[in-house]
């Protein structure tokens, strides 16, 4: 991919989220999260670890956006913690909070970035979980009164402005598996959150649009190609069947004003009349996030997909054809809007060498997903632009400090960031196809 092949204007980024860089946990009057509560819980995370730091990014902002210009990238991607700028999830704001996110706006703005931000990335004011979080419908109230005020607040500044990020994490690992916060375990709330975050979008791009914010709105869901293991018809039907629950539960209601159907699909929400009338509201475009198929095998044990000998730190099978497949899959069964690839990247076990990190498999699961966006462009989506994940290393949810998905490497002891090559492959990158 040496001559140009990405059109003028194509949006150049890295991404990351609050609870995983900020820190400051416990300064300038943040509320605490259900991260802050799940990750201090015993038994939650790799080795107990917690975002009580991270990156120290509340601090060290000013230079992770020297960081950032010095990749040579458009856009940055970041999440705004809800309980930083509304400790309570209601009511009182925090004014050192909101001042935070005016600070790191008007920075990159200084550098010629443009600010993509995201209104939820996880990380639940405690004080609503208690009041039932995102099992209860209030919720989706108290979500749309925290975007209507920082849409006002950042919106003539923010390039977009996402309600949520990757829903389907937030209701199935953070309520039916118990892997996230707040760590329930039960299917049906599952089902019934999933309902109630798609609510909420909708309620807040209403409420957002009604006060006029001034950036494009939108949503980003983490999607994966499906491929059944056989040609067996229970591998099939377990294809569609996750396929259903992963892709198309979340875009099949923004689109369609529906739930899908699907072999084994049996759990449904309960829904107020209009429900899908408010969830279904125009999107200025769609983000994605990419990481991995889904490979689907009704045997016991699964027959194993054939080439996950390359895969990840996290065990995910680096599948870049998974991804023209998937955005050719959207673009024949909705009307999209403009697509962002909002994530997109992969964890090695990065070492840090006489000042260098050498991390060759990272510049090729880059290089070979690059190429699989370009061909889904070539077959008719409408990708507007690339964020890598992540700029940093940084707090891995339940895997802690222990996988790094950064262009730049993190020593948690020091906080000192080295770029590592795969900085450099993405700058020189991103200058040839300017």
């Known amino acids: 991919m040496t001559q140009q ?6 949006v150049w980024g890295v991404a990351t989220s609050a609870y995983q860089i900020e820190g400051a946990a416990n300064e300038d009057g943040r509320g605490k999260s259900i991260w802050d509560t799940f990750s201090h819980t015993p038994g939650n995370t790799f080795q107990g670890h917690t975002g009580d730091v991270a990156c120290d990014h509340y601090h060290r902002y000013p230079q992770d956006i020297e960081l950032i210009a010095g990749l040579g990238v458009d856009a940055y991607r970041f999440s705004i913690a809800w309980p930083r700028v509304q400790p309570a999830g209601r009511g009182a704001w925090n004014q050192k909070g909101l001042d935070f996110y005016d600070r790191l706006v008007d920075g990159l703005l200084a550098k010629g970035i443009a600010p993509h931000a995201t ?13 039932g979080g995102w099992g209860s419908r209030d919720t989706a109230d108290r979500f749309a009164d925290y975007a209507d005020v920082m849409g006002q607040r950042l919106g003539d500044r923010l390039a977009t402005l996402s309600t949520h990020n990757e829903p389907w994490c937030t209701a199935h690992l953070g ?33 957002m649009r009604a006060s006029g914010v001034k950036a ?33 539960w979340f875009m099949d209601p923004i689109f369609l004003k529906r739930y899908p159907t699907a072999p084994g699909v049996s759990i449904y929400p309960v829904a107020h009349e209009n429900d899908f ?5 125009p999107l200025d475009f ?3 996030n990419y990481y991995t198929r889904i490979w689907a095998s009704s045997e016991e044990p699964p027959r194993p997909a054939p080439n996950l000998q390359g895969a990840s730190d996290m065990g995910w099978e680096n599948y870049a054809q998974g991804l023209t497949e998937l955005l050719l899959q959207d673009h024949r069964d909705y009307k999209l809007p403009p697509v962002y690839i909002t994530e997109n990247g992969t964890a090695c076990a990065d070492l840090l060498i006489d000042g260098r990190v050498n991390d060759a498999d990272r510049i090729e699961y880059m290089r070979s997903h690059l190429e699989a966006i370009r061909a889904a462009m ?12 992540s700029l940093l290393d940084n707090y891995e949810w339940n895997s802690g400090y222990d996988k790094r998905f950064g262009l730049i490497h993190v020593d ?23």
Do not use: C
């Not at 209104?119 to 009041?131: F, I, K, N, T």
């Not at 229970?234 to 198309?248: K, Q």
């Not at 070539?378 to 994940?389: A, H, I, N, Q, S």
């Open 216 to 248: 494009l709105l939108g949503i980003v869901l983490n999607q994966s190609s499906v491929t059944p293991a056989t040609a067996s018809a229970a591998d099939a039907a377990l294809a569609e069947r996750e396929y259903a629950l992963f892709v198309r």
């Open 412 to 434: 948690y002891e020091t906080q000192t960031r080295t770029p590592k090559d795969s900085a450099g492959w993405y700058r020189s990158f991103i200058q040839r196809n300017r």
């Open 378 to 389: 070539e077959g008719g989506v409408d990708v507007r632009g690339f964020f890598y994940w």
């Open 119 to 131: 209104l939820y990335h996880w990380d639940l004011p405690q004080a609503l979980q208690d009041e």
């Open 286 to 288: 769609l983000g994605i």
């Open 5 to 10: 092949k990405f059109p003028p204007g194509f």
């Open 277 to 281: 009338d408010v969830i279904a509201q």
């Open 175 to 207: 309520h039916r598996i118990g892997q996230f916060a707040p760590g329930a375990r039960d299917p049906a709330l599952a089902i019934q959150v999933a309902h109630h975050l798609l609510l909420s979008h909708g309620k807040a791009l209403l409420a």
